[in-house]
């Protein structure tokens, strides 16, 4: 079991006084250092990682050798080149790389810090290119917290109240087949969720002439990790191309080999206008990508830069962690697809066995279980998932919440498969312990 001392206790009490609350979790976790599938708290106590540092560590906590061998020696040269003013190298050599992971037409690039940067860069050059001014995005959506990605974002209201009014955006409702919007059941719906859009929004509220994107996620992420049928983004697509709209693929969660493929977009056969990026992309430093079309063109000089986007220091850590994936790419596939087929073989057991367990879903590494009341009412379970989170925190395990009631399994793409089955040993007791304690049938 881990010890938390009073080490611990002084420095969250610390932090409260220094620091606005953001959005840490229920157990009190204060990392100190960490390597490939462990990390290591303050007070030495050791846990395995499932939660990715999320899904930055794809390729292990804290990167791989290579990745800090170039943070530091790049440190020792020059960290900061003012990317957008001056030119540098480094950034050249790391789009090339990136460039060759991405469909064929893709050629042009912004780089910037975080995930909603990226995003933020997609919706101005969206609305450049297509001289429009509206956007369309799905309710349960995470793409950021600053105002721009903050108006697509619609997936609790705690994260939009006090902070409007948005930009334009129209909200329309995501294939979240297991707890479906419209109560309609696929695949008997013929994708009633889509009719819906071109049936109210489009003719009601905002011609689809005017909608410069559509925004979204392939696999909701904040939102509970909610995977759609396999042909709906097919039918997204001829949506979005019988108005003119660009689409916007969000990658800044499922990206970057986590769901098997480089973007999880590809999945579903189709591709996007534009493409975002971050958190693992930066092999753990701050690195936001927003990747364009050819086809779109160029935006005329001055309309959008950054100060630190190109940080030589990201880079160098974005390049390293890049070669990594060109040189391990079809290892990595192959192994992403078998280790989610065993998590996945294991949780839809658990998912018979465990009352608790409403919903598994999941592509790859990137794995949802959304747990309930019972499987008859689907009441979300909300303080049971608060107490399993406890549980696993305490048997030397961290994973991270999604959406009302669902836990997310994100290890590291490179996890042995021996921590990996450790990993679903622990999950399944604290599954079983939860159930036993509220009363609930096995």
């Given at each position: 079991?881990?010890?938390?001392?009073?080490?611990?206790?002084?420095?969250?009490?610390?932090?409260?006084?220094?620091?606005?609350?953001?959005?840490?979790?229920?157990?009190?976790?204060?990392?100190?250092?960490?390597?490939?599938?462990?990390?290591?708290?303050?007070?030495?106590?050791?846990?395995?990682?499932?939660?990715?540092?999320?899904?930055?560590?794809?390729?292990?906590v804290n990167g791989t050798p290579e990745i800090r061998k170039a943070v530091i020696e790049q440190a020792g040269k020059l960290m900061h080149s003012a990317f957008t003013d001056y030119y540098a190298e480094l950034p050249v050599e790391f789009a090339e790389n990136l460039l060759k992971l991405m469909p064929s037409g893709f050629g042009k690039m912004f780089l910037s810090n975080s995930g909603?940067?990226?995003?933020?860069?997609?919706?101005?050059?969206?609305?450049?290119?297509t001289d429009r001014?509206?956007?369309?995005?799905?309710?349960?959506?995470?793409?950021?917290?600053?105002?721009?990605?903050?108006?697509?974002?619609?997936?609790?209201?705690?994260?939009?109240?006090?902070?409007?009014?948005?930009?334009?955006?129209?909200h329309v409702p995501y294939a979240y087949c297991y707890r479906c919007p419209l109560k309609q059941t696929y695949p008997d719906c013929g994708f009633a969720c889509i009719d819906y859009i071109k049936k109210y929004p489009l003719s009601k509220e905002v011609s689809g002439k005017e909608i410069a994107a559509f925004v979204f996620e392939p696999i909701q992420g904040e939102?509970?990790?909610?995977?759609?049928?396999?042909?709906?983004?097919?039918?997204?697509?001829?949506?979005?191309?019988?108005?003119?709209?660009?689409?916007?693929?969000?990658?800044?969660?499922?990206?970057?080999?986590?769901?098997?493929?480089?973007?999880?977009?590809?999945?579903?056969?189709?591709?996007?206008?534009?493409?975002?990026?971050?958190?693992?992309?930066?092999?753990?430093?701050?690195?936001?990508?927003t990747v364009t079309s050819t086809s779109l063109g160029d935006i005329p000089s001055g309309s959008h830069a950054t100060t630190f986007g190109g940080n030589l220091v990201s880079i160098a850590a974005a390049n390293a962690s890049i070669k990594y994936i060109l040189s391990n790419k079809q290892k990595i596939s192959r192994e992403v697809v078998q280790k989610g087929a065993l998590m996945m073989k294991r949780l839809v057991q658990m998912k018979e066995d465990y009352e608790i367990i409403g919903d598994v879903r999941g592509i790859g590494l990137m794995i949802g279980v959304e747990l309930v009341k019972d499987k008859k009412s689907k009441v979300p379970a909300v303080k049971e998932r608060e107490g399993i989170l406890n549980n696993l925190f305490q048997s030397g395990m961290l994973v991270l919440p999604a959406g009302e009631s669902s836990i997310r399994l994100i290890p590291p793409l490179t996890i042995s498969y021996e921590n990996l089955e450790?990993?679903?040993?622990?999950?399944?007791?604290?599954?079983?312990?939860a159930s036993k304690r509220n009363g609930m049938p096995r």
């Open positions: 079991m881990v010890k938390i001392g009073d080490r611990t206790r002084r420095v969250i009490a610390r932090d409260k006084k220094v620091f606005l609350t953001t959005t840490r979790e229920v157990y009190p976790f204060v990392a100190d250092h960490g390597n490939g599938d462990f990390v290591y708290d303050f007070e030495g106590n050791k846990f395995l990682d499932f939660s990715s540092f999320i899904s930055v560590y794809n390729l292990g909603t940067e990226a995003n933020e860069a997609a919706i101005k050059f969206s609305k450049l290119f001014q509206y956007l369309m995005a799905f309710y349960n959506a995470f793409h950021g917290r600053s105002t721009g990605s903050l108006a697509l974002t619609a997936s609790k209201t705690v994260q939009r109240e006090h902070f409007g009014p948005f930009s334009d955006t129209v939102g509970g990790y909610v995977v759609p049928p396999m042909d709906y983004f097919k039918e997204i697509k001829k949506l979005a191309d019988d108005y003119g709209m660009l689409l916007i693929d969000d990658e800044v969660q499922a990206g970057y080999m986590r769901t098997g493929k480089f973007l999880a977009l590809d999945n579903f056969g189709i591709k996007a206008d534009i493409y975002t990026m971050a958190k693992a992309v930066g092999g753990g430093m701050p690195l936001g990508v450790k990993g679903m040993d622990l999950f399944e007791s604290a599954i079983a312990k």
